[in-house]
């Protein structure tokens, strides 16, 4: 079904999960089409494929006509769009992770568009915070809009662009100690940004079927191959970053009155609502469907991150070549 003629919409493309989409769909010759609030926010894509075969493409969320245009002739259509915080009236996780996703699942209804892939997050049924109500919510609304949908739930995505491990990174680079969240026992389950990629990819394509077929109507739970603590977390960049930080304890009620007092950074580091979602663990519940039925064997942290947080060592990357 992929091959040169496909036309595929990608919401959000500009973003750390959506870019990756893109580049793997002109990878396979497919023309994409950015749908973004601001084209020029994606003009550094166009390089990732031929002359003219990714085209950044204005879109208006609340507006059913920009996204009938942003449809109109794709065969397929991937959804990464998402946000961490919420601010003023217009970027609600409302607005955002629920009447977005509908409206955007019913106008590939009205276009007919073959495939539609969602992008969600991983524990969204578990997690009590707003963030996950909202991304479970945009789940029923994109199935209630185009039932052949297909769901993916990842847990934390890292990768070169990431903010996760870089955000650590940075910090540890002038702060003596990193904060444990509630102690820093919550599991997680990272997983590399090109497995969600490739995870999107096979969902456009019949698991075993060449000829395409798509998976349809269905959730699959990403997760990476290791399941580790926060704690166990830092451990592992600490051996690729080459520093080791004090870890400090922090009471989930003490995290929630920082977070109140970040709440005034343009991009706070940490909202009340992302504690919340802390006090959950992030890993693949049993009996869901994930990797293996994608066919994707998912790669390691210790595969992906010496490639991008050597730049964190004392002296930076080029410190053990001069060594
Ligand atoms: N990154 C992770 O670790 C992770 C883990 C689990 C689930 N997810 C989910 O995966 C999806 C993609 O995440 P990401 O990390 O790639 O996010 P991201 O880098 O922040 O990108 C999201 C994209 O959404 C668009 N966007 C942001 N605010 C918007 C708004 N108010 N209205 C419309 N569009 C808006 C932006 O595109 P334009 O500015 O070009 O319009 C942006 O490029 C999200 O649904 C997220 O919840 C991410």
């Known amino acids: 079904m992929i091959n040169n003629y496909t036309v595929a919409t990608v919401f959000g493309g500009t973003g750390f999960i959506g870019r990756q989409v893109v580049r793997e769909l002109a990878s396979r010759g497919v023309i994409v089409k950015v749908a973004t609030r601001v084209p020029e926010g994606g003009y550094f894509l166009k390089p990732s494929g031929r002359v003219g075969q990714i ?24 959804n990464c769009v998402g946000i961490l915080f919420e601010r003023g009236k217009r970027r609600t996780f409302r607005r955002v992770h629920v009447d977005q996703p509908a409206a955007i699942a019913r106008a590939c209804a009205e276009a007919g568009v073959l495939r539609l892939v969602h992008i969600s997050s991983l524990s969204c049924d578990k997690a009590q915070s707003a963030y996950a109500k909202s991304k479970l919510e945009g789940e029923k609304a994109v199935f209630a809009n185009f039932p052949r949908a297909t769901i993916l739930r990842p847990s934390v995505v890292f990768g070169s662009e990431d903010r996760f491990f870089n955000m650590f990174a940075k910090l540890s680079r002038y702060l ?89 950074m343009p991009e706070p580091l940490l909202t009340a609502d992302q504690v919340e979602t802390l006090k959950t663990d992030n890993v693949v519940s049993k009996g869901m469907k994930g990797f293996a039925d994608l066919g994707i064997l998912p790669r390691s942290l210790d595969s992906v991150l010496p490639g991008y947080l050597e730049v964190y060592r004392p002296g930076g990357r080029l410190a053990k070549v001069k060594a």
């Open 176 to 264: 003596p100690f990193l904060p444990l969240i509630g102690g820093g026992h919550t599991k997680l389950q990272p997983v590399y940004v090109g497995d969600v990629a490739d995870a999107v990819i096979a969902s456009l394509y019949a698991v075993g079927d060449e000829a395409g077929g798509g998976v349809e109507g269905e959730v699959f739970e990403l997760g990476g191959p290791e399941v580790l603590s926060f704690r166990e977390v830092y451990a592992k960049m600490f051996v690729h970053t080459g520093r080791k930080r004090l870890l400090v304890s922090i009471p989930w009620s003490l995290a929630k009155v920082q977070a109140w007092f970040m709440r005034i």
């Open 55 to 78: 085209v950044p493409f204005a879109c208006r969320y609340d507006s059913p006509e920009s996204l009938a245009q942003a449809v109109k002739g794709s065969d397929l259509v991937v």
